[in-house]
């Protein structure tokens, strides 16, 4: 069955650094999702995209946080200048359309952690 | 706004046990679909069934079932005679008219063989 990728899968920053998380969608899936889950607490969604831009977004992603699909296979979220804060699993998710109904498809997840 | 709670972080039991993992939801819409996912050690999150809120019909698959109880708004995951495999996190998720899925924190669950 055809995977979402992401890499890496572990990531350490220093608190104030840029980091990148690149995810690798399914080829023929059209909506693009990061969700985080800082640990113990529930899975949050992050951010929609669709048609190369930000189609729905949560409080958390502030302007710290930009999205991107820079090549037509990649898809990355950048934290400008990483917090303690932003220490969590990051996922990301992909799906054919963005019917209420349609599963979404998972990656592995990037664990970053800031210090 | 919507919203899943997942009361149990962490159920351990020995194998060939039943085990029952809870989910409550919360949505003001009144077409909605419930979800619940498996989170295995490899990380990435499995899809395991799709409920929608005109279907009360309980359903079973092989050792899992399901109990979708719309007027506790409760989604509850059963599996019988657990295995070591099942040993995993498991996630429930609700999307309505946002698109959006809505997920729980999680249950981890332990099988002991």
């Known amino acids: 069955e055809p995977e979402v990728t992401q890499t890496p899968s572990h990531q350490v920053t220093q608190m104030g650094q840029e980091v990148i998380l690149r995810c690798v969608p399914i080829?023929?899936?059209?909506?693009f999702y990061w969700y985080r889950q800082i640990l113990g607490q529930k899975v949050e969604f992050l951010v929609s995209?669709?048609?190369?831009?930000?189609?729905?977004k949560s409080e958390i992603f502030d302007d710290q946080f930009s999205v991107e699909r820079p090549d037509g296979s990649n898809f990355t979220l950048k934290i400008r200048s990483t917090k303690l804060e932003d220490s969590a699993m990051y996922f990301c998710?992909?799906?054919?359309?963005?019917?209420?109904?349609?599963?979404?498809?998972f990656g592995s997840g990037t664990q970053l952690s800031v210090l | 706004a919507q919203k899943v709670t997942q009361a149990q972080t962490e159920i351990s039991v020995v194998e060939k046990e039943d085990v029952t993992l809870d989910c409550v939801y919360e949505?003001?819409?009144?077409?909605?679909?419930l979800f619940w996912y498996k989170q295995p050690p490899s990380g990435e999150l499995v899809f395991l069934i799709r409920?929608?809120?005109?279907?009360?019909q309980n359903e079973i698959s092989g050792r899992y079932s399901w109990n979708f109880q719309k007027s506790t708004s409760s989604f509850n995951f059963t599996i019988t005679a657990s295995q070591v495999v099942d040993s995993a996190v498991y996630f429930c998720?609700?999307?309505?008219?946002?698109?959006?899925?809505?997920f729980g924190r999680g249950t981890s669950l332990i099988v002991h063989p």
């Open positions: 998710a992909s799906r054919p359309t963005r019917v209420s109904n349609e599963k979404l498809f």
């Open positions: 080829s023929n899936h059209l909506y």
């Open positions: 995209f669709y048609n190369n831009e930000i189609s729905e």
């Open positions: 949505t003001r819409d009144t077409t909605y679909y």
């Open positions: 409920r929608n809120s005109f279907d009360e």
């Open positions: 998720a609700v999307s309505g008219g946002s698109y959006i899925p809505t």
